[in-house]
């Protein structure tokens, strides 16, 4: 504290020797500051200051501390020796670059761990580890998309053939209950009246598997009042085939099936078949013409 004042006593002491020397008559000869008096005047200032930092009890005993923040001699020390401010670092201050600044408190290896690095090229810093580039992984190669699209074309417009000589499987084991007759009528039991017939009505019990005639192409699933759920598949060479009276089907449109695959299941009759049972409905067409298919069962 002592030491603080004193800095300050000096301060004030040259500024009172500034604007003293303002004042001057001959401002052409400028103003000289006598550092000597200054450092006797501080040491008067400390040795003024100590004697009023005495208590009242000290005064009284006439007890006179005359050497408080002086040197040995009872003399103010230099300023430099007063002020002592290396003495208030907590650390002693190192020159940039040494390569060994520490902050108090702090291992050098908590810093590097933190990575407050010591600057390349300073003495002490470790040395920069330089790491590979990556390699870059290839891409797996993919298939263009238009050998993409055309596989999917080639799927699209897969190549179906039929042809009579080849024949149909049979789609279920029933008996037929009203043939294909498109030249005379036939006799059709519910409605008690005779018409021509484009399919075969075949007799299956409910829930009978319904197996493919030929391998085609799903083209349509529809609803008829007369024959109820029913599936048309294309089976190649202008050829297609209906199967009505259906249940549980299985295939949607655009599906390809194998000859012999199941697509539905018989269902219960609708009401232009309550006289004749459940049965499945079977049409064959040629270019859009009934045609018989009873003949083609193998």
Do not use: W
């Not at 042809?163 to 009528?185: A, C, K, W, Y």
């Not at 049972?277 to 298919?293: D, H, Q, R």
Request: overall charge negative; glycine content about 10%; hydrophobic content about 35%.
């Amino acid at each position: 504290m002592i030491a603080s004042s004193a800095f300050v006593l000096a301060a004030l002491t040259m500024t009172g020797i500034y604007m003293k020397s303002n004042q001057m008559e001959e401002p052409d000869d400028g103003y000289t500051i006598d550092f000597m008096a200054l450092e006797n005047n501080a040491s008067d200032k400390l040795q003024e200051i100590a004697q009023n930092n005495q208590t009242e009890e000290d005064q009284a005993n006439g007890i006179v501390q005359d050497n408080i923040g002086l040197g040995e001699d009872g003399n103010a020390t230099s300023l430099d020796e007063m002020l002592n401010l290396d003495d208030d670092l907590d650390y002693t201050p190192m020159e940039v670059g040494s390569g060994e600044i520490e902050l108090p408190g702090v291992p050098k290896k908590d810093l590097l761990e933190d990575g407050l690095m010591i600057p390349e090229g300073v003495a002490g810093a470790p040395e920069m580890e330089i790491l590979p580039e990556p390699e870059l992984e290839e891409a797996p190669e993919t298939e263009p998309m238009e050998q993409k699209e055309t596989a999917a074309n080639n799927v699209i417009s897969k190549s179906l053939h039929f042809s009579e000589e080849n024949g149909l499987l049979r789609p279920v084991s029933g008996e037929i209950i009203i043939p294909f007759n498109m030249n005379n009528t036939v006799h059709f039991y519910t409605l008690n009246n005779y018409k021509c017939n484009p399919g075969l009505v075949v007799s299956a019990d409910v829930g009978t598997s319904v197996t493919a005639c030929a391998a085609g192409k799903v083209v349509n699933i529809f609803d008829n009042e007369e024959i109820g759920h029913a599936v048309t598949m294309d089976i190649g060479d202008g050829y297609e085939i209906t199967y009505g009276q259906l249940e549980g089907i299985n295939v949607t449109q655009g599906d390809y099936v194998e000859a012999g695959d199941v697509i539905a299941t018989v269902a219960e009759p609708t009401k232009y078949y309550c006289v004749e049972g459940s049965n499945l409905y079977l049409e064959m067409t040629a270019g859009g013409e009934p045609v018989n298919p009873e003949p083609l069962f193998r």
